[in-house]
């Protein structure tokens, strides 16, 4: 069932530092432009939508659905990588974990979760809502 | 029709080797650079630009120009992955065309084969995207894998049209004494290798191979005091696509924007295109560039591939007739290189017999480079027959 796969922590910035904060204290955030109203994901200091400064980070309600997904079969432990539609209007790379790898589909409802990295850093992946 | 349709490819190699222990990477270099610069009828010495991509070694093209002898006035070494080396022939016409030079060398080559180097990418945490994605374990083909999950689920496609591709590569590799895998494969057989990430099978992947290629393109003044038949470079176009800020859209590739800038300069439609290099790294690589390239509608790729459409003297676009990355080569996991060459071979009528098509006057190469399911660069070329 669950994935055993361990999660390699990444090395983090200062731009992206609040986005790892928040992930320490089981909160998803995304990027919002001020200016134009959208939101981003990979979060970025300038808006890749609209090239304004005027950023903020938002937390993300966590829910979403599965825009698409592949399970890696030939590893020691099967894992699935996904993308996943927020409901916050911004599609990003995750993992579903802690599900059965093939029962998986497009369009299922997933809610984030956070688990530990090899790291410091604690790493939003997706569970069956 | 642009300044820049002028210019021609005079010299193609594709190196023979597949694996390649016993030689250096630079060694291939010079090796495929040789035997592009002798099937011109040109020295090294007639060389004014030089182009290759980020994998080679030594900082940008200046090793590769010492350890090669070359006094060039022009250098280039775009990197969009697999497909860099179609827009080296684009961005060495566009020099030609402007006068920064008249014989360029474009080299590629690669041995992960023998160096046991995977096609993955290095982590290197100031790529911004990294930090959101390396966490997640994306390869190359779970990324390709999420590209044709995706399609499947918006178009119906199926396994069994994917595995179509591979047997129309296989029927071509079969007489190509080269070519890693040259037994024919049956759509039964490629369901019925091992899933490596879904729905992508072993059989739906490219092969793993050393070697290399080099392509000489030339001015137009060069080309007419050669004795080998010119291929005139006549519409190109070169585009990226990506997450856009997680707007993902995974239903096309940047092939759509590439192709139609390539059909506009060309003058051109799919329709009038005898033979396409359609690059080969997945099954559903090649499935998404044609759709994308317009060959068949968005969504019918995988009717268009099935029951042999792309076998050559049997369906309606004969495609990557020395078997394509699929079953030949995929040298240094790049395989724009290899793409272009047998569309030139193609357009010189130098394909093996039993794939060669008839009268080929009007071809195409589409490169795929980087990760579809992400972030990837498209190069396409329309070349011609100038005789």
Known sequence: MSTERVLPCPEINVENQAYWNAAAESRLLVKHCADCGHNHFYPRAICPHCFSDQTQWRESSGTGTIYSFSVMRRVAHPYAIAYIALDDGVTIMSNIVDCDLDALAIGQRVKVAFRPSDGPLMIPVFVPA | ??????????????????????????????????????????????????????????????????????????????????SAYLLHVAHAAQAIAAGKCRVALITLAGRPRSAGQSAEPRVDYNVPDMPFEMPY??????????????????????????????????????????????????????????????????????????????????????????KRPAVRVIGSGEAAKHPSGGRVDLSFSAAAWAGRQAFDEAGVKPSDIQYASIYDSFTITVLMQLEDLGFCEKGAGGRFVADGNLISGVGRLPFNTDGGGLCNNHPGNRGGMTKVIEAVRQLRGEAH???????????????????????????????????
């Open chain 2, 1 to 82: 029709m642009s300044t820049q349709a002028t210019a021609c490819i005079v010299g193609a190699f594709e190196h023979p080797t597949r694996k390649a222990g016993d030689k250096s990477l630079a060694q291939l270099h010079a090796e495929v650079a040789k035997g592009a610069l002798e099937d011109a009828g040109l020295s090294k010495d007639d060389v004014d630009g030089y182009f290759c991509d980020t994998e080679a070694p030594g900082l940008g093209a200046l090793s590769m120009v010492d350890y090669l002898g070359l006094q060039v006035r022009h250098m280039d070494n775009t990197d969009t992955g697999g």
């Open chain 2, 137 to 226: 374990g994306p390869t190359v083909v779970n990324t390709y894998g999420l590209c044709a999950m995706r399609h499947m689920h918006e178009f119906g496609t199926t396994s069994e049209q994917l595995a179509w591709i591979k047997v129309a590569a296989s029927q071509h590799a079969q007489h190509n004494p080269h070519a890693m895998l040259r037994k024919p494969v049956t759509v039964e057989e490629v369901l019925a290798s091992p899933m490596i990430s879904d729905p992508l099978h072993r059989l739906d992947c490219c092969v793993v191979s050393d070697g290399g290629g080099a392509l000489v393109v030339v001015s137009p003044e060069v080309a007419r005091d050669l």
């Open chain 2, 353 to 387: 017999p039993a794939v060669q098509v008839k009268d080929c006057r009007l071809a195409l190469a589409s490169g795929m480079g980087g990760w579809m399911g992400s972030r990837h660069g498209s190069g396409v070329l329309i070349l011609e027959r100038t005789h």
